[in-house]
C-alpha cells in the first residue's frame, strides 16, 4: 500500500501559485520526499526532492514541515502545461510505492 | 542528463503471441531498474526490480513465467510479455537509478502502450 495520501483533485487559475499538499505521516528518518508528475500517455517526470529542508528549483518549491509527516509542493506560476497528474513518494530504498496522486487542472 | 528511452513506443500483437519492450539508459549507468504497469486511469503498479546480473525480485501478484525481465548491462533491460491476451493490455513503464548520485532518484522512461487483440 502507497505510504503517502494526497486530495485526489485540485483547480488552480493559470498565473496563480498551485499548492499541492501530501500526507506521509509514518514517514521514517532516512526517506526522502519524492514529487514526480504524469501528463498523460507520458512516462512521470521528476520535479523535485528533499530530505529535511524545504528545497527549490526550476521547476517548483518543496516545503516540508519539521516532523517531516507532511510537504507541499509549490508551482509559483501555473500555467496550462502544468496540468497533470502529481504523485508524493516517500522512499529510502530504491523502491517506489505510487498512491493515487492529485490531478491538477490549470484553468485559463 | 538522466535520460531513459523505451522501445517500442506502442505495440498490437494477436493474443498467444510475445511482445519484448526495450529500456535503455542513455547517458549513465543504470544500477536498478524498475518495470511498472499502468491501467487506465490508475497509478502506477511496480512490477518487479531488477538489478544488472541478477534476477528480477517480483512484486506479490505478478507471474514471472508470464513477465521475463533481463537486465543483462548496465544501460539495458527487457521487459517480454509471454503469450500475451487482451487483459495484458496496458501502459508498460520502465525506470532506471543509479548509485552515481547517491540518492534513490528514479528516471522514467517515456513508456509503451501494448494492446492485445
Known amino acids: 500500500d502507497a505510504k503517502t495520501t494526497q486530495p485526489p483533485s485540485m483547480d488552480c487559475a493559470e498565473g496563480r501559485a498551485a499548492n499541492l499538499p501530501c500526507n506521509h505521516s509514518?514517514?521514517?528518518?532516512?526517506?526522502?520526499v519524492y514529487w514526480y508528475r504524469q501528463i498523460h500517455s507520458q512516462g512521470p517526470q521528476y520535479i523535485i526532492h528533499?530530505?529535511?529542508n524545504n528545497e527549490t528549483n526550476e521547476m517548483a518549491s518543496l516545503i516540508i514541515t519539521e516532523d517531516r509527516k507532511s510537504s507541499t509542493l509549490i508551482l509559483p506560476h501555473a500555467t496550462l502545461r502544468d496540468t497533470a497528474v502529481y504523485y508524493c513518494?516517500?522512499?529510502?530504498?530504491?523502491?517506489?510505492?505510487f498512491g493515487t496522486g492529485t490531478r491538477l487542472k490549470v484553468l485559463a | 542528463g538522466a535520460v531513459v528511452s523505451q522501445h517500442p513506443s506502442w505495440v498490437i500483437c494477436k493474443s498467444g503471441t510475445s511482445v519484448k519492450i526495450e529500456c535503455r539508459s542513455l547517458?549513465?549507468?543504470?544500477?536498478?531498474m524498475f518495470w511498472y504497469r499502468q491501467f487506465p486511469k490508475q497509478s502506477l503498479m511496480l512490477m518487479a526490480t531488477?538489478?544488472?546480473?541478477?534476477?528480477?525480485?517480483?512484486e506479490q501478484g505478478v507471474e514471472k513465467d508470464k513477465f521475463l525481465i533481463n537486465h543483462a548491462s548496465l544501460t539495458l533491460s527487457t521487459l517480454t510479455v509471454t503469450s500475451a491476451h487482451p487483459e495484458d493490455s496496458s501502459f508498460y513503464i520502465c525506470?532506471?537509478?543509479?548509485?552515481?548520485?547517491?540518492?534513490?532518484?528514479?528516471?522514467f522512461g517515456p513508456g509503451t502502450r501494448l494492446t492485445v487483440l
Open positions: 509514518t514517514i521514517s528518518g532516512n526517506e526522502y
Open positions: 525506470s532506471a537509478s543509479t548509485a552515481e548520485r547517491g540518492t534513490t532518484e528514479q528516471f
Open positions: 531488477s538489478n544488472e546480473g541478477s534476477k528480477a525480485t517480483y
Open positions: 528533499g530530505l529535511k
Open positions: 513518494i516517500n522512499s529510502g530504498t530504491y523502491k517506489y510505492i
Open positions: 547517458d549513465f549507468q543504470a544500477t536498478t
